[in-house]
């Protein structure tokens, strides 16, 4: 017992010696230096690269585009990122900003990335509801919910008041005749604010003469046909055909003896074929059928 006394007395001397002794005073000093000074610069890393106590007031972007809001006062310390386009609304003006996170007002740290989401910059198109043998006043009605503009022509039709055709209006003024789809077709999208043309049935028109259209080709029948205000009727092809416009017509519904007449926009039927009718006699002088 006395022994181990002894012993951690001496451990004790030794250890105190040691850590007295200059050379541990001198390396452990050294040390706790290195210890203090890495810690040191990680903080003033750490100041500098997070901007700390750099603070500024987000300043209200809503309202203004994109180009606008960078010349605000305070938006050289951040960064206008776009991240969305609203669906487009007439009241704003094209890439007018409508959302921003961070809000106004809040602090932020100069360099933050604010988030904007803008009215597009162009006017998205719109679709095209079926219009084709609606009553006009159905149609128009199924318009006013779009941004198309109309306008309406009346050609003579027994189908009062019903929508024949639709035409878009170029910007050149062209018209282009717009095919009608069916339940289940891909509705059509058209440009935002195009203009169309809906041409309506008027009723029946003025009592005329049948004109003669047997012996001609059918493009000639269509031809007259169309200038005279009537509608084509059914088509009926006789034998083998591979090309129409130049067929000849042998048979027409209603016919042209004397003194019948129909209503202009009545349809008119025919009867085609690819060799001339029997009885058909060409005027030298004219090139027309007698």
């Known amino acids: 017992m006395e022994n181990l006394k002894l012993k951690l007395l001496h451990w004790a001397k030794e250890i105190r010696f040691f850590i007295t002794s200059p050379i541990f005073l001198k390396n452990f000093g050294g040390i706790l230096a290195v210890c203090i000074g890495t810690i040191g610069l990680v903080l003033l890393f750490l100041n500098i690269y997070t901007r700390h106590g750099s603070y500024i007031t987000v300043p209200s972007f809503l309202g203004q585009t994109i180009e606008?809001?960078?010349?605000?006062?305070?938006?050289?310390?951040?960064?206008?990122?776009?991240?969305?386009?609203?669906?487009?609304?007439?009241?704003?003006?094209?890439?007018e900003i409508v959302m921003q996170d961070p809000a106004p007002e809040v602090k932020a740290k100069k360099g933050r990335n604010v988030y904007v989401t803008i009215n597009p910059y162009s006017k998205p198109p719109k679709r095209l509801p079926k219009l084709w043998d609606k009553p006009l006043y159905m149609a128009e009605n199924a318009l006013r919910r779009t941004s198309f503009e109309w306008t309406v022509v009346r050609v003579p039709d027994r189908a009062t008041n019903t929508v024949l055709k639709v035409k878009l209006i170029g910007k050149n003024g062209k018209k282009t005749i717009i095919e009608p789809f069916k339940n289940g077709d891909k509705f059509a999208e058209l440009p935002y604010g195009s203009k169309l043309e809906l041409v309506?049935?008027?009723?029946?028109?003025?009592?005329?003469?049948?004109?003669?259209?047997?012996?001609?080709?059918?493009?000639?029948?269509?031809?007259?046909?169309?200038?005279?205000?009537?509608?084509?009727?059914?088509?009926?092809?006789?034998?083998?055909l591979s090309d129409s416009t130049n067929a000849y017509i042998w048979q027409q519904s209603p016919s042209a003896y004397d003194g019948l007449t129909i209503n202009v926009g009545d349809p008119i039927d025919l009867w085609i074929q690819t060799s001339q009718p029997d009885g058909c006699i060409e005027d030298d002088s004219t090139g027309e059928w007698e």
């Open 200 to 240: 309506v049935a008027e009723g029946a028109g003025a009592v005329v003469g049948i004109p003669d259209l047997v012996c001609l080709t059918y493009g000639e029948a269509l031809n007259i046909i169309r200038d005279n205000n009537f509608s084509k009727g059914a088509l009926m092809v006789s034998g083998s």
């Open 68 to 95: 606008q809001g960078n010349a605000l006062k305070g938006s050289k310390y951040l960064e206008l990122i776009v991240i969305d386009s609203a669906s487009y609304t007439d009241t704003l003006a094209f890439g």
